[in-house]
């Protein structure tokens, strides 16, 4: 039994069917890429980010939550016109560190799950500004407030979405 | 050793998929040829993304045109008037601007200028974008199947919109002109002056390499120069609307697109293009009074009577033929109509085969400071000066 930090005596692995862990990231990029066109404001959403989070967090095991991140991270690379695999790492790492924490804490609850998001959001655009603009030489531009407006966003819109997802998680 | 790999597997499996990811941008980056070292993947994600978009928007329009052309039919008569109104207007303002035109040719011909004719466009749906702030492309619903091929302008009644990036079977990924790795060469209306327009990292779209002692004005309009080889000249591109010293000797040109690149719905694509000196028409000057003349109700001509056939018998009345009669009456009536022109032309039926507004084909020049006179000749039906408009959802060669 792992050492956790949790109000129970044994962390709760989750697992997904095939079908869900398929069309659930494949929504979640087909929203991301569709509904901007309509409505300008729903880009500061990360919905692929929010959907790594939460399988990581659910399957708390760090290789499936690395996997699943650099394959979704991949898959949103190809949609845009940059080089794949800046997506890739940022999301690899977030993967690696959501379920690593999802082993030692309990983030079940929507309070955890709002700052866990506001938190890996943060991490994951760090990681992903280092990338663009360290190896690939991309000129992007860092403002704080947009940031962090964009992860309490992020954060109010994967407490809701986590709720919903949970429906397809099958206990392991 | 293995007891230690055991240890940190989770660690070590981290650094091996960063490693691989990072070995895979370095190849891209280095690269020229991008495209081609990533194309798979990019087809994949392409492939289960798009049949949805493709899906969504084919309801949504369906459902759009269903209610505004057999429901919601409110204040179309009135518009119909109106547009029908303006064609008449604006029929009588080709014929003025016509002679212009002529007379441009006219130099141009001597100056073996050549003149470069949209030819062929493909109208697009735009169904979906990349989904991310940092890359400012979208997708369209029309590939290399429609002709589409790479480095095709793409753009809307409104301005320049981007060009086709990758071109994949069914649909295309079109870089927009506010993105930070897109460039257009642009030039200033007024003053003539030739810059570089590129997107910032804040998607704002900025006019370079224009010197800070030119006079530029907020207000200017920026035209495409030409000089890029993708966009023909002439066509609008933004409006400048912030002027500031930049870097070195340049203005920091800011640049209000003309099109509206977040609310795109339908482009053309412009897969044609054709370059060919200008006809000279050595017919005289057509008048405004001429055209409106010719929708005017004509007599028809008598058929010819046979003389031979003619009854001789002295009782039989037979009108004479009076050949002169119709041509007498139209003379007469296409005079009253010179003079009553500016009376006539609210009424008059718009003529037919006359170009519909909307008509994409527009001459541009590739050389000097031709495109505002290159409008169509008289002589030729095929030119119009109308912009390109939102396009069908089909093909509109011409």
């Keep these: ?172 | 050793m293995e007891s230690v790999l055991g240890r940190y597997r989770n660690l070590t499996i981290l650094v091996g998929i960063l490693f691989l990811q990072v070995l895979g941008l370095a190849i891209q980056v280095k690269r020229s040829s991008e495209n081609e070292s990533s194309r798979l993947i990019r087809v994949w994600a392409v492939n289960a993304v798009t049949p949805f978009e493709k899906g969504i928007v084919w309801v949504q329009h369906g459902s759009s045109n269903l209610w505004h052309n057999y429901f919601y039919l409110r204040g179309v008569r009135q518009e119909n008037r109106d547009l029908r109104q303006q064609i008449q207007q604006m029929e009588i303002e080709r014929v003025r601007l016509s002679e212009d035109a002529n007379q441009a040719r006219r130099l141009q011909a001597l100056l073996a200028f050549k003149e470069q004719f949209i030819a062929k466009t493909v109208a697009a749906q735009v169904i979906g974008s990349s989904g991310s702030e940092q890359s400012r492309s979208v997708y369209i619903d029309k590939g290399a199947s429609s002709g589409l091929k790479q480095d095709m302008a793409v753009i809307t009644g409104d301005g320049v919109v981007g060009k086709t990036l990758r071109v994949f079977q069914s649909t295309s990924q079109v870089l927009l002109v506010n993105d930070q790795t897109s460039g257009v060469g642009a030039i200033l209306e007024k003053s003539r002056l030739q810059g570089v327009l590129r997107g910032t990292a804040a998607g704002e779209v900025v006019l370079e390499k224009v010197m800070s002692d030119e006079p530029v004005q907020p207000g200017d309009r920026v035209l495409t120069s030409g000089g890029d080889q993708i966009f023909p000249k002439g066509l609008p591109v933004g409006t400048v609307t912030k002027i500031s010293p930049g870097s070195e000797l340049f203005l920091n040109i800011r640049v209000k697109p003309a099109a509206d690149l977040s609310r795109l719905e339908e482009v053309l694509v412009i897969t044609q293009q054709e370059e060919r000196e200008p006809a000279v028409s050595d017919s005289a000057p057509l008048r405004a009074a001429d055209i409106l003349a010719e929708r005017l109700p004509k007599v028809p001509p008598k058929p010819a009577v046979d003389p031979s056939k003619q009854p001789t018998a002295a009782g039989a009345l037979t009108p004479a033929p009076k050949p002169a009669a119709g041509a007498s009456n139209q003379a007469q009536i296409t005079k009253a109509a010179g003079e009553n022109a500016a009376k006539v032309v609210n009424t008059a039926a718009p003529k037919k085969g006359a170009p519909a507004p909307g008509i994409t084909q527009k001459p541009l020049s590739t050389q000097g400071k031709a495109p505002d006179a290159a409008v169509g000749a008289a002589g030729d039906p095929s030119i119009t000066p109308a912009q390109p408009q939102p396009p069908a959802s089909q093909d509109t060669p011409h």
Excluded at chain 1, 36 to 46: G, M, N, V, W
Excluded at chain 1, 134 to 151: F, I, K, N, R, Y
């Design chain 1, 1 to 172: 039994m792992p050492i956790t930090y949790t109000s129970r005596e044994q962390v709760e692995v989750y697992r997904f069917n095939a079908a869900a862990a398929i069309l659930i990231p494949l929504v979640a990029l087909f929203l991301q890429a569709f509904i901007p066109l309509r409505l300008h404001f729903f880009s500061i959403f990360d919905l692929p980010l929010l959907v790594v989070i939460f399988f990581a967090v659910a399957r708390r095991s760090q290789v499936s939550g690395m996997l699943t991140g650099a394959a979704i991270g991949l898959l949103q690379d190809s949609l845009t016109h940059q080089p794949i695999g800046i997506y890739g790492i940022a999301m690899t790492v977030v993967g690696h560190g959501a379920s690593s924490l999802g082993v030692k804490l309990d983030v079940e609850n929507a309070g955890s799950r709002f700052l866990v998001t506001l938190f890996f959001y943060v991490v994951h655009e760090v990681v992903y500004f280092a990338v663009a603009r360290g190896l690939v030489g991309l000129t992007l531009q860092w403002s704080w407030p947009h940031e962090l407006g964009s992860a309490l966003a992020n954060a109010v819109v994967a407490v809701p979405l986590f709720m919903l997802l949970d429906k397809f998680k099958q206990r392991a």
